[in-house]
T-cell receptor
Framework: GQSLEQPSEVTAVEGAIVQINCTYQ??????LSWYQQHDGGAPTFLSY????GLEETGRFSSFLSRSDSYGYLLLQELQMKDSASYFC?????????????FGTGTRLQVFP | DAGVIQSPRHEVTEMGQEVTLRCKPI?????LFWYRQTMMRGLELLIY????????DSGMPEDRFSAKMPNASFSTLKIQPSEPRDSAVYFC?????????????FGPGTRLLVL
C-alpha cells in the first residue's frame, strides 16, 4: 500500500527553524517532492529529492532517507509568509505510474 | 508562460445540474492531472492523461464524473448530475514528459459549491 503521514499542524515564531516530517509506506518510489499551498491558493512545487541526502534551496532544505522511509522539509529564518500548508508526495515506482501520492499535509502557522 | 489556466474560478450550482470544469495545460506539457481537494479527503487524484490519452481514472468517484482531453491544449471534467458532496476545489495540473521532471504545475483551481 501507499501512505504518507505528516503532522497535522506545526507552529513557530518568526526567525525560527521548523522541520516538517514525512514518513511513508510504499514499496519503492522515484523520489520525494514537497509542495506549498497557501490558504485559497494552489499547490506549488518547493523541492525534490531523487537521492538520499539533503537538498538546499535558499531558506528551504529537504532531506530523504530511503532506508528509514523518512523525509523532512526544513524551513529556516521563518517569515510570516511561510504560513501555509506543506505536502510531501511520491510517485510510486512499483506501479510504474506517473501518479503522485500526496501526504496528509502539515499546516504551518508562523507567529510574530 | 501563462501557467495552467482553469475556468471557471468559482461555480455555484444546484443539485442535479451539470457542471463542466475546464483546463488549459502549459504548452508543451504532455501530462495533465485532475485533482480534487477537500478538508476530509485531502488532495486526491481523479484522473490523468498522457498525450491526450486517459491513463489512470481509478480515482474518479463514480459514473457521474467524466473527463476528456480532445487535444493537447484543452481538457474538461464534467459532473452530471452534481450532488452536494461534490463540493470541493478542483485542480488541474500539468507536467513535462521527461521522467526526470517530477514537478507538477497546478492551476488556480475551481471552487465548486453544489447546493
Amino acid at each position: 500500500g501507499q501512505s504518507l503521514e505528516q503532522p497535522s499542524e506545526v507552529t513557530a515564531v518568526e526567525g525560527a527553524i521548523v522541520q516538517i516530517n514525512c514518513t511513508y509506506q510504499t514499496s519503492g518510489f522515484y523520489g520525494l517532492s514537497w509542495y506549498q499551498q497557501h490558504d485559497g491558493g494552489a499547490p506549488t512545487f518547493l523541492s525534490y529529492n531523487a537521492l538520499d541526502g539533503l537538498e538546499e534551496t535558499g531558506r528551504f532544505s529537504s532531506f530523504l532517507s530511503r532506508s528509514d522511509s523518512y523525509g523532512y522539509l526544513l524551513l529556516q529564518e521563518l517569515q510570516m509568509k511561510d504560513s501555509a500548508s506543506y505536502f510531501c508526495a511520491v510517485r510510486d515506482q512499483a506501479y510504474n505510474t506517473d501518479k503522485l501520492i500526496f501526504g496528509t499535509g502539515t499546516r504551518l502557522q508562523v507567529f510574530p | 508562460d501563462a501557467g495552467v489556466i482553469q475556468s471557471p474560478r468559482h461555480e455555484v450550482t444546484e443539485m442535479g445540474q451539470e457542471v463542466t470544469l475546464r483546463c488549459k495545460p502549459i504548452s508543451g506539457h504532455d501530462y495533465l492531472f485532475w485533482y480534487r481537494q477537500t478538508m476530509m479527503r485531502g488532495l486526491e487524484l481523479l484522473i490523468y492523461f498522457n498525450n491526450n490519452v486517459p491513463i489512470d481514472d481509478s480515482g474518479m468517484p463514480e459514473d457521474r464524473f467524466s473527463a476528456k482531453m480532445p487535444n493537447a491544449s484543452f481538457s474538461t471534467l464534467k459532473i452530471q448530475p452534481s450532488e452536494p458532496r461534490d463540493s470541493a476545489v478542483y485542480f488541474c495540473a500539468s507536467r513535462p514528459s521527461s521522467r526526470r521532471e517530477e514537478t507538477q504545475y497546478f492551476g488556480p483551481g475551481t471552487r465548486l459549491l453544489v447546493l
